[in-house]
């Protein structure tokens, strides 16, 4: 206790706390947009429960991941080296490189995936599957439970891994880390449901959310293959397509009022 005491009574420690909050914060918002969309495939009475779950693991995975920073540190360590590099920038740092780590392997892979899922749902909704409807006129969700769960553990553990990385390269201090992992959370759990019920009522808010989970997918596959993208062009790309999401929507309102 006195040691969090003294911790936090240094000003440096709170300038961490508050840059590493927001930062997983920001993060975190790609996790939730794509629990968000897979959860909104359930039925009605399953969407709480899968997002809930989701968020649940996210938090558990990214405190174990905490609890082993040493192993974790030592997924930058490079693996296999096929000897292909860019060229060099002013700094001398190549424009790519094909020294992989298992780091780099998992956000590769995590990106394949995502770019994988975006591509089948944007193909999904532009030319919907017929929905297999009962006896009484009722339709059915196609999707099994388990198989969106196994879906968001899956980009769980790709974006605990990047979240965390991010957090070490941020700070060596165990607790300023738990701490903004478990604020991050919290937040992703109270934003779940207004976000989802908002996708859900807004169908091109879907294609929009789909739409940057493809762009966060390639910048993953790219920062595999040591192309780091500045965070802040991407997050500037996403606000600015919301704006005009946002302008669209109040046309569209406008529009219907005065008809």
């Given amino acids: 206790m006195q040691s969090l005491q003294a911790l936090f009574s240094d000003p440096t420690a709170w300038a961490a706390l508050i840059a590493l909050v927001i930062m997983e914060v920001v993060l975190g918002i790609d996790n939730l947009i794509f629990i968000s969309i897979l959860s909104n495939k359930l039925p009605e009475h399953q969407r709480k429960r899968a997002r809930r779950i989701g968020i649940s693991l996210a938090l558990v995975m990214r405190l174990a991941l905490l609890s082993m920073i040493a192993w974790l540190v030592g997924l930058t360590a490079p693996v296999f080296d096929l000897g292909l590099k860019g060229a060099l ?21 995590g990106g394949l995936f995502l770019i ?34 196994i879906q968001i553990v899956l980009l769980d553990m790709v974006f605990s891994v990047d ?15 738990v701490i903004a992992v478990v604020t991050a959370v919290t937040v992703m759990l109270i934003a779940a449901e207004p976000l989802a019920n908002f996708i859900n009522r807004n169908p091109t808010v879907v294609m929009l959310a789909l739409g940057f989970l493809l762009m966060i997918g390639a910048v993953l596959i790219a ?20 704006l005009v999401e946002v302008l669209n929507m109040l046309s569209r309102r406008a529009r219907s009022q005065t008809s």
């Fill in 89 to 109: 920038d002013a700094a001398g740092v190549p424009s790519f490189e094909t020294q992989f780590s298992w780091r780099d392997l998992i956000l590769i892979a």
């Fill in 116 to 149: 994988w899922k975006a591509t089948k749902e944007i193909h999904h909704h532009v030319d919907p599957t017929p929905a297999i409807v009962t006896a009484d006129g009722k339709a059915v969700a196609t999707i099994a439970f388990s198989s969106v769960l």
């Fill in 223 to 242: 920062d595999g293959f040591g192309v780091h993208v500045p965070k802040g062009y991407i997050y500037a790309a996403m606000a600015f397509s919301t």
């Fill in 163 to 177: 979240s965390i990385l991010t957090a070490v390269g941020m700070t060596d201090n165990l607790a300023v880390m």
